[in-house]
Structures are given as structure tokens and as C-alpha cells.
């Protein structure tokens, strides 16, 4: 149980574009979800944080106009890159976590399999 | 702020020998989790162990064991007999322990290559 997908795995595309990725809880309503950035050989860095129905908390440095976060159901969060430039190339991943999930779970974020965003 | 150290960059080790990965955290909370996951080239984060701060307990699990001293803030984890399937990134992290506040403070990783 507790299976997070996320679409696309990767996308191409051109600068100045913008990109939409999706973060899916499949088998659990996700309450909150986390989108993480990690560039290569680096740490996850929390971007942002969004809860069902509410306006997302953004990482301090993070620009809340150009990655716009978009949870308006309890499965499904969304992240949409604006105006992508190349130095957003990187790797995407989110986490989904629910206070209603097994009590020896509860806390626990589950990640998904992460989306690659090459900027040419 | 909350902070996690893993000191060690990369480690090479032989197959079969026995690896422990260091991580030491800082908080200023009582209650929080501290989480081992693996990163394989592939990209896709796979949870290790969450451990509660309440609970000091050493833990195994296969070749896998955690020690978790509260005294020196460190949570280390130890592969034994390692093999080249544990190649990959380890990350330590830290999250605070109310609902709503779970996001997670990960350290550098400590990327491991087993040398068959």
C-alpha cells in the first residue's frame, strides 16, 4: 500500500515553456503532499509544501510565481514549472503523507519515483 | 533550524565487508523521526527505517542494523556482509513529529559504491 506515482518520469522542453508534473497518491488520500528539487549528486531540497484545498507553503528562495503548486483533491497534486529556463533542469520528486494511514505509519511520507526536467 | 550531517561523502568497501553510513542531526524539538533511505541510480527514493525519538532501541533488519544514540545525536547504519546491490546514495533525514510538519530535512547523502 501507500504508492505515490508522479507523470511524466521525464520531459524535454524548450526554454521559456512551461511544464506541468503531476504527484498521484494511488492507494490513500493524501492530506499533504511535499515537492522535493534535487540537482545532480546533490541533497532533496524541500521546495514547497501543499495541503488539500489550500494554498501552498513555499521554501524560502523559491518562487512561489514560477513553480505553481495546485493540490485540489486529496489524490492528486500538481507542479507546474513557468517559464522554464535551463538552470530548472533537475530532478522532481514528491511525497504524499496522511494522518490516516496505519498509526505505525502515520508521519510517514511516501515518495514518488521522481520526474527529470531536462530545459533545452 | 533542523540539520543533518552525514560527513561522509563517498565510501568504496570489497564485497562482503561491513559498512556503517554516519549521520548526526540537530533540533531543537523533543519529538521528531529520523529516516534512512536509499537513492539507486534509478532515481527512486526507497525507505529504510523510521525511528521515533522516543525510542532509543537498536534495530536489524537483515544485514541492516541502526544505532541511534540520543547522547550524541547520531543515528549511524550499518551494512554487513555489504554487496553490490547496496550501491547507491544514502540519505539521512530529520522531520518534526506534528501533523502538518513533516517535511523532511535530509542530509548531503553518502554515496556508497560495493567493489565486488
Known amino acids: 500500500g501507500a504508492v505515490v506515482s508522479q507523470h511524466p518520469s521525464w520531459v524535454i522542453c524548450k526554454s521559456g515553456t512551461s511544464v506541468k508534473i503531476e504527484c498521484r497518491s494511488l492507494?490513500?488520500?493524501?492530506?499533504?503532499m511535499f515537492w522535493y528539487r534535487q540537482f545532480p549528486k546533490q541533497s532533496l531540497m524541500l521546495m514547497a509544501t501543499s495541503n488539500e484545498g489550500s494554498k501552498a507553503t513555499y521554501e524560502q528562495g523559491v518562487e512561489k510565481d514560477k513553480f505553481l503548486i495546485n493540490h485540489a483533491s486529496l489524490t492528486l497534486s500538481t507542479l507546474t514549472v513557468t517559464s522554464a529556463h535551463p538552470e530548472d533542469s533537475s530532478f522532481y520528486i514528491c511525497?504524499?503523507?496522511?494522518?490516516?494511514?496505519?498509526?505505525?505509519?502515520?508521519?510517514?511520507?511516501?515518495f514518488g519515483p521522481g520526474t527529470r526536467l531536462t530545459v533545452t | 533550524a533542523q540539520k543533518v550531517t552525514q560527513a561522509q561523502t563517498e565510501i568504496s568497501v570489497v564485497e562482503k565487508e561491513d559498512v556503517t553510513l554516519d549521520c548526526v542531526y540537530e533540533?531543537?524539538?523533543?519529538?521528531?523521526?529520523l529516516f534512512w533511505y536509499k537513492q539507486p541510480p534509478s532515481g527512486e527514493l526507497v525507505f529504510l527505517i523510521r525511528?521515533?525519538?522516543?525510542?532509543?532501541q537498536n534495530e536489524i533488519s537483515g544485514r541492516y542494523s541502526w544505532n541511534f544514540q540520543k547522547s550524541t545525536s547520531s543515528f549511524n547504519f550499518t551494512i554487513t556482509a555489504s554487496q553490490v546491490v547496496d550501491s547507491a546514495v544514502y540519505f539521512c533525514a530529520l522531520s518534526e513529529a506534528s501533523f502538518g510538519n513533516e517535511k523532511l530535512t535530509f542530509g548531503t547523502g553518502t554515496r556508497l559504491t560495493i567493489i565486488p
Open positions: 511525497s504524499a503523507s496522511s494522518p490516516f494511514t496505519r498509526l505505525d505509519t502515520s508521519y510517514e511520507q511516501y
Open positions: 492507494d490513500f488520500q493524501a492530506t499533504t
Open positions: 525511528r521515533n525519538s522516543f525510542d532509543e
Open positions: 533540533t531543537r524539538d523533543t519529538t521528531y523521526y
